[in-house]
T-cell receptor, first 115, second 113 residues
């Protein structure tokens, strides 16, 4: 049973466009939602994270939008650049456990930003 | 400060062979994790540890064992490797004090023939 569903699987956007990656979760105990960025041959790196007490969080060109009632969250990349080309993973966990249960990941989105 | 390191980076095993993957972190983190990454599957949690001397099963623990004898090290063992264990293995760590930001190592690519 996949607890975090991520879409699309792959995405191609022109430079300067705004790629949007969506995730939906089922487990109502989840209350910590990070996004990870992974370049080929590297480990995932935390990009931005949100908790459900806010509906939006921005860090630089990256924004998470969160809809608690729909159990959905999404990543937006403003003014996308070729250097943003990577695989992006959404994830979720119960925050109160402090990480004791690990993260449940989506299957990933392979993003290509064309020059 | 090296963060999270993993050895080896690559390994090829024959079916039935055993091996141990080593993860080390120098951030004094309490929690450590082993994930496997397969194409189109995302990352799946194999085992984790919330402190020295403790381990617990994750989503896909079968065929693997782990040990956390020292706080900074987390070992993943395959006693009898199978082709289904061909994957990229990532170790991660987190502070564990109510913050779940996980730091990942560079990964180990394992092929079982």
């Amino acid at each position: 049973q996949q607890q975090v569903k991520q879409s699309p699987q792959s995405l191609i956007v022109q430079k300067g466009g705004i790629p949007i990656i969506n995730c939906a979760y089922e487990n109502t105990a989840f209350d910590y939602f990070p996004w990870y960025q992974q370049f080929p041959g590297k480990g995932p790196a935390l990009l931005i994270a949100i908790r459900p007490d806010v509906s939006e969080k921005k860090e630089g060109r990256f924004t998470i939008s969160f809809n608690k009632s729909a159990k959905q969250f999404s990543l937006h990349i403003m003014d996308s650049q070729p250097g943003d080309s990577a695989t992006y993973f959404c994830a979720a966990s119960p925050y109160s456990g402090g990480g004791a249960d690990g993260l449940t990941f989506g299957k990933g989105t392979h993003l290509i930003i064309q020059p | 400060n090296a963060g999270v390191t993993q050895t080896p980076k690559f390994r090829v095993l024959k079916t039935g062979q055993s091996m141990t993957l080593l993860c080390a972190q120098d951030m004094n983190h309490e929690y450590m994790y082993w994930y496997r990454q397969d194409p189109g599957m995302g990352l799946r949690l194999i085992h984790y540890s919330v402190g020295e001397g403790t381990t617990a099963k994750g989503e896909v623990p079968d065929g693997y064992n782990v040990s956390r004898l020292k706080k900074q090290n987390f070992l993943l063992g395959l006693e009898s490797a199978a082709p289904s264990q061909t994957s990229v293995y990532f170790c991660a760590s987190s502070a564990g004090t109510g913050v779940n930001e996980q730091y990942f190592g560079p990964g180990t690519r394992l092929t079982v023939t």
